[in-house]
């Protein structure tokens, strides 16, 4: 036994150091293996991360490939939005509309006759000068666009003949005729229209055109050449209060505008010398002298002041600017009352027995005998203004007036002052006002340099080129 262990224990002991202390051969075997099994992880690795580049450089193409897509399609679509926006841009303008609308009274806004009196010519070369006028302040005001101009005048020619017959302008009759086929001819968009003799045909014909033009969406501008004539300023306010205020140019025809049209302050556009600068003014029938080109006014030399017979009037209206305050002064030419007696009492006696008021409270005027000697006499007020007093007048206002009549009534109404102007204080009516700003006889008025003249506030003996 104790042999036994002795040997057991010399063997365990032999291993023990075998195991402890390899030999150099196997240890040499060990590290072989090792560095064999580094090199090999070294080359999964190297081969692992070589393909994961690979993997990743071929993504990174991709994806490259696919951002250049990306940014080339954004380029395409930025390019996209501008046209989009450019042609929305034209499409709102499309809707918009560059269209502008001149509407011009030609009662009030007469051409110069400088153009008149070249006939056709000079129609032509008075809508070249409107439109370029038109145009010139357009673009200075509103920038350079495709503006389209179209323009509508109406007028009533025998009215206006008439005119010029009376105030020496005979030979303007035949010229004006070719005018106005000058004038229609010079583009398509641009039309002159008679509208007959109707009372107020061409207002009411600006005043429709006006609410209808102005509410287009391609309207962009109304030019409107009534400036002459308050009658306009309702219309005008209704389109300033439905807010097309910013639609609306004025055109001046007259150096004098209205008031209540001057005080709209809206843009205000003048074209020299396109028109008459003053109202065409006859003092009475039987001398007339024109002046100038642009303003023609009467020379009454031959009859005294005196000689003004004045139509009735009412004898009371107030003076808020609806009407006027006090009568029409009147008074009886020496030299031509009896003239006038004998021509009229003649006359009268024959109708005396057949003459009889017209039914339906109308009545006819006595032929041959003036306004002023009908019995009872028409009133001013009532046919030209607004009589207050109604059934209560004196004058008649039943008379069945042509259009010789309603001219007789405003020549003999402008023989007399306005009483507002007489005493100093602004006509609430302007240019519509049917009674006299200025003294027929102007700066030659007899009366005047005695102090016997009915117009007697300041200006009032100025010629109105003056003022």
Known sequence: MGAYKGYSGVASSSYAMDVATPSPSLSQEYKTKIELSFEQLKNEVLRSTQETIQTLQSELRVHRLALTGLETECDRLRKLQDETLKDKEHLQDLVKGHRVVTLIDGDGAIFSQNFISQGQQGGHLAACSLS????????????????????????????????????????????????????????????????????????????????????????????FGGCHDGGYISNLNSQITAGYREKLILLKGYTQMAPTIAALDLPLLEIPDLFMTHKLV??????TTPTSPNLMVTDSEMLDDSSKISLGESDEVDSTGSSYSRVLQRAAAPNLRDITRERS??????????????????????????????????????????????????YGHDYLLNAEHFQEMRENARLG????????????????????????????????KVGSCKFQAADMHKSPAAL
């Open 132 to 223: 370029e006028g038109i145009l010139k302040f357009l673009s200075t005001n509103y920038g350079t666009r495709p503006y389209q101009l179209w323009v509508y005048l109406f007028y009533n020619k025998r009215g206006l003949m008439d005119t010029f017959n009376r105030v020496g302008l005979c030979s303007l009759n035949k010229a004006f005729e070719d005018f106005v086929v000058g004038f229609n001819q010079a583009t398509e968009r641009f039309t002159m229209v008679d509208v007959g003799t109707t009372k107020e045909a061409a207002d009411v014909k600006l005043k429709v055109h006006l609410v209808d033009d102005i509410q287009l969406p391609q309207t962009l501008k109304i030019v």
């Open 417 to 448: 002052p306005c009483p507002m102007i007489n005493r100093g204080e602004p006509c609430t009516w302007g240019d519509a006002c049917c009674y006299g700003h200025f003294c027929p006889h102007s700066t030659k008025c007899p009366f005047f």
């Open 282 to 287: 006859t003092g009475n029938r039987w001398t």
């Open 345 to 394: 009492s003649s006359t009268e006696a024959s109708w005396q027995g057949s003459y009889s008021p017209a039914t339906s409270g109308t009545r006819h005027v006595i032929p041959g005998v003036r306004l002023s000697k009908q019995k009872p006499p028409p009133c001013t007020l009532f046919y030209l203004s607004n009589c207050k007093l109604g059934s209560k007048c004196k």
